[in-house]
C-alpha cells in the first residue's frame, strides 16, 4: 500500500478524549471492513451518526497517525481466521482522538468467515505511551513469542481448518 492510499480523514486537533473505564466499543464489518454495526458507546465517541458509520468502510475512523503496519498485521492475521489485539489511536469527527485496546475476531459461519467484530476498552496509560512511541527496532521485527500459542482443547471460532486447535492469545499489536 503506497502513502498516498491511506485514506485522510480530515485536520486533527491533538486533543484527546479518554474512554470511560467498563466502556466497551462495539463494531462488526463484513468481510471486505465495511462496517455493518456499531454499538452506542461507538457511535459516541466517534461523533459520527449511526448512519454515517454503517455502511462505511471502517477506516472512516482512521486516525493518520496510526501506523499502515498495524493494519497490515490486523488484516493479515483476522485473515488468516485469528484474533488480533492491539492498541488503536481512533479519530472521532471533530479531529479529537481516542485510544483503545482492540480486540478484532473473525466470524465463522460454515467453516468459512462471514465478517469480523471489534471490542474495544480503555487501555492504560502505560499501554497507550507503549504504542505512541514504538521503538524502531520493535516495530519492524516480528517477535511474537507469546502469539499464536496452540491448545489442544476444540471449540470457539477459531476458524482452523482442522476444528481441533484454537487461538489461545492473539497477535499482538504493537510486537513489543
Ligand atoms: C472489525 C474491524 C474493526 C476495525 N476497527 C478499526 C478502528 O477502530 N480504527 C481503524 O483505524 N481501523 C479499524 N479497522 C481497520 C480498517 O479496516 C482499516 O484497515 C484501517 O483503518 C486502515 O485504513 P487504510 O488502509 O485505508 O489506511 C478495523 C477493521 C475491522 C475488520
Not at 24 to 45: E, H
Not at 94 to 114: F, K, M
Not at 132 to 159: I, L
Request: proline share 7%; net charge positive.
Amino acid at each position: 500500500m503506497s502513502e498516498a492510499s491511506v485514506r485522510n480523514n480530515g485536520p486533527i486537533t491533538n486533543q484527546e478524549v479518554e474512554l470511560s473505564d467498563g466502556d466497551l466499543l462495539v463494531s462488526r464489518t463484513d468481510k471486505s471492513g465495511k462496517i455493518t454495526f456499531v454499538n452506542k458507546a461507538f457511535i459516541d465517541i466517534s461523533g459520527f451518526t449511526e448512519q454515517e458509520l454503517v455502511g462505511s468502510p471502517h477506516n472512516v475512523v482512521r486516525h493518520p497517525g496510526m501506523p499502515k503496519e498495524a493494519f497490515a498485521d490486523l488484516w493479515s492475521t483476522i485473515g488468516a481466521g485469528k484474533p488480533w489485539e492491539g492498541v488503536v489511536k481512533n479519530r472521532s469527527k471533530s479531529g479529537d482522538h481516542y485510544w483503545v485496546r482492540a480486540n478484532v475476531t473473525p466470524l465463522i459461519e460454515d467453516g468459512q468467515i462471514s465478517g469480523f467484530i471489534s471490542i474495544r476498552s480503555k487501555p492504560t496509560r502505560f499501554q497507550v505511551d507503549q504504542a505512541n512511541a514504538p521503538k524502531p527496532a520493535c516495530s519492524t521485527s516480528r517477535t511474537r513469542p507469546s502469539a499464536y500459542m496452540r491448545a489442544s482443547s476444540s471449540g470457539g471460532a477459531g476458524g482452523s481448518a482442522s476444528g481441533t486447535e484454537r487461538q489461545a492469545s492473539p497477535a499482538a499489536w504493537p510486537p513489543c
